[in-house]
């Protein structure tokens, strides 16, 4: 069993969230459960992956009037690493994969508009193709608060890879990202959610501190380099986005095995 402490600070500067009042967890276990959306496109197309802006705009403000807050990677790192990390009452991460343009044209402006970050999963080998983000665009959403990570360089799956092939895609993807970003980049979110048990070991030795997998549920940190994430689809659309947390399987103070 983990263990932890809890530490109800009252909020001042930076330690507080806008309602005055934070939460100091000091992790000896990994035990906090927290929802993890995963998002692919906003726009007008009909395809399984795109959402409207209008719906991303209503997800967003309904979290945030819910009194849901997003973490950063540097806060999700902390968690990881067990270090001590102020959270918010009610922590929320946002993804982003495949870095398509309508990200920043779409999703970027309704993030601040409701002061809240994202991190965004980049197929390097594909950065400033006509769809897709260019780096003035990464490094002014960096600026305000965006996070950027792998989605490797092809988006092939690296499950079906042979050892070599993944080492590339990993590496590669990465040293290409720090030099965009200027710093360490330290979170990969595996194409298709594929993987193997070698992707893992392959991903720890390229200096990723964890991975991102499509695989439903919340999110517990136990397991760093298969987390899990809630995605939100084009049917997703009919549905509010707290149905879509209880649907599948967040309630907050509890955690379901999914």
């Known amino acids: 069993m983990f263990s932890r402490r809890q530490f109800l600070k009252l909020g001042f500067g930076a330690m507080g969230t806008a309602a005055g009042l934070s ?13 993890v959306l995963l ?30 807050a997003t973490l950063s990677l540097n806060q999700v790192q902390q968690i990881i690493q067990h270090k001590a990390v102020v959270l918010p009452e009610k922590p929320l991460i946002i993804t982003f994969d495949d870095g398509y343009l309508d990200n920043y044209l779409y999703a970027f402006p309704i993030l601040q508009k409701y002061s809240m970050v994202a991190s965004f999963y980049i197929i390097t080998g594909i950065i400033g193709q006509a769809d897709r983000l260019t780096i003035p665009q ?34 590669q993807s990465k040293v290409t990202l720090e030099q965009i970003v200027g710093g360490k980049v330290n979170f990969i979110a595996y194409p298709g959610g594929s993987y193997s ?30 987390l899990k994430r809630i995605p939100i689809f084009h049917h ?15 309630i907050p103070g509890l955690l379901f095995n999914l």
Request: hydrophobic share 35%; charged share 20%; no cysteine.
């Open 197 to 226: 048990g070698d992707t893992l070991q392959i991903a720890q030795e390229a200096g990723y501190l964890a991975g991102w997998s499509t695989r439903l549920g919340v999110e517990t940190f136990k397991h760093p380099f298969t």
């Open 39 to 68: 998002y692919h496109r906003i726009g007008q197309e009909d395809n399984p992956y795109t959402i409207t802006a209008e719906h991303f705009e209503s997800n967003v403000k309904a979290l945030s009037q819910e009194g849901y």
């Open 138 to 171: 990464m490094r002014e959403m960096q600026a305000a608060g965006m996070d950027f990570g792998s989605h490797t360089v092809t988006h092939r799956l690296l499950g079906t890879l042979s050892v070599e092939e993944v080492k590339t895609e990993l590496a």
């Open 236 to 250: 997703d659309q009919t549905r509010s986005i707290s149905y879509i947390l209880l649907k599948k399987g967040f």
């Open 23 to 35: 939460f100091l967890w000091e992790y000896e276990g990994l035990n906090q459960s927290i929802p």
